[in-house]
């Protein structure tokens, strides 16, 4: 089974308005990294966040680590219809691959 | 800027036919992974390498091999495709250690017939 799940699967909001995504995982992590993948294309790394942090900010991105709960989440606040596109989360497990969740689609709309 | 080059965007290929995928990075990176990406399962790890000649599987690496002759080429060899292979390949690479990020080429979209 994936060692990371997302959630929502799905995810759709007005621009403006803040979009939250969660992903679990199961086993210890080093670090924990937020990809971003717009339709038909590669991902495009947006932040890590190491396992002794619990709260990161980049711009208008606000991810949070919660080692205890074994979970993190991706926060993007005043979200624009640029946002539009599917995010994932991925687990340093320290086995030199990241491990992928199954990833959160957001839609925002104009 | 660091830059994951696939060759192709699209392929097209038929059930029986020997398929290269290949990946060429720029950075100098010592890692190099191939992922495969399908609907509601999102990436799996078929194979990685961390050195030329190097290489260790993923979690699904049956039905693949892959080739590192040189440090910034990756090739994902599907030996006999197979419909069940129709997918989005993606490559990537990244240094080695922790606390690095991944860099991805554009993807691969395979589709088997």
């Known amino acids: 089974s994936q060692q990371g799940e997302e959630d929502p699967q799905a995810l759709s909001i007005q621009e403006g308005e803040n979009a939250t995504m969660n992903c679990s995982y199961k086993?210890?992590?080093?670090?924990l990294q937020w990809y971003r993948q717009n339709s038909g294309r590669g991902l495009v790394h947006l932040i890590l966040?190491?396992?002794?942090?619990r709260e990161k900010h980049s711009g208008r991105l606000r991810v949070t680590l919660d080692t205890s709960k074994k979970s993190s989440s991706l926060l993007i606040t005043a979200s624009r219809a640029a946002d539009t596109a599917s995010y994932f989360c991925?687990?340093?497990?320290?086995?030199?691959?990241?491990?992928f969740g199954s990833g959160t689609r957001l839609q925002v709309q104009p | 800027d660091v830059k994951v080059t696939q060759s192709s965007r699209y392929l097209v290929k038929r059930t029986g036919e020997k398929v290269f995928l290949e990946c060429v990075q720029d950075?100098?990176?010592?890692?190099m992974f191939w992922y495969r990406q399908d609907p509601g399962l999102g990436l799996r790890l078929i194979y990685f390498?961390?050195?030329?000649?190097?290489?260790e599987k993923g979690d699904i690496p049956e039905g693949y091999s892959v080739s590192r002759e040189k440090k910034e080429r990756f090739s994902l060899i599907l030996e006999s495709a197979s419909t069940n292979q129709t997918s989005m390949y993606l490559c990537?690479?990244?240094?080695?250690?922790?606390?690095?990020?991944?860099?991805f080429g554009q993807g691969t979209r395979l589709t088997v017939v």
């Open positions: 086993t210890s992590i080093n670090n």
């Open positions: 991925g687990m340093d497990t320290g086995r030199r691959a990241l491990t």
């Open positions: 990537a690479s990244s240094y080695p250690g922790g606390n690095t990020e991944a860099f």
């Open positions: 966040i190491r396992s002794n942090e």
């Open positions: 950075m100098d990176h010592e890692n």
């Open positions: 390498s961390y050195d030329v000649k190097m290489k």
